[in-house]
């Protein structure tokens, strides 16, 4: 279902972290790519905390443990979702 809102991407964007961190049915996720010059040779990395993606992140020193290349850190993605378990139990 789409819906419109005048509510600016920013102050969206802060609401889905703020819910996202207190409320038990709005998840997260993290993806962040390499910059692989060939762009079928893009590898995606998916997280689900943010504690794992400094992990990751450290532990290959910001590139790819695929091919090498480095990761985008300056455009990491955030994915949204209803946890389904959560909405299940109602």
């Given at each position: 279902?789409?819906?419109?809102t005048?509510?600016?991407?920013?102050t969206?964007?802060?609401?889905?972290?703020?819910?996202?961190?207190?409320?038990?049915?709005?998840?997260?996720?993290?993806?962040?790519?390499?910059?692989n010059?060939?762009?079928?040779?893009?590898?995606?990395?998916?997280?689900?905390?943010?504690?794992?993606?400094?992990?990751?992140?450290?532990?290959?020193?910001?590139?790819?443990?695929?091919?090498?290349?480095?990761?985008?850190?300056?455009?990491i993605?955030?994915?949204?979702?209803?946890?389904q378990?959560?909405?299940?139990?109602?």
């Amino acid at each position: 279902m789409y819906r419109k809102t005048r509510i600016s991407v920013d102050t969206i964007q802060d609401l889905l972290i703020d819910l996202s961190f207190n409320c038990p049915y709005l998840g997260t996720k993290f993806i962040v790519f390499c910059k692989n010059e060939e762009h079928e040779m893009t590898h995606p990395f998916e997280f689900t905390t943010r504690k794992e993606l400094k992990e990751f992140l450290l532990l290959n020193s910001s590139n790819c443990s695929e091919c090498g290349a480095p990761l985008d850190v300056n455009n990491i993605r955030v994915n949204f979702y209803k946890k389904q378990e959560m909405l299940k139990a109602l």
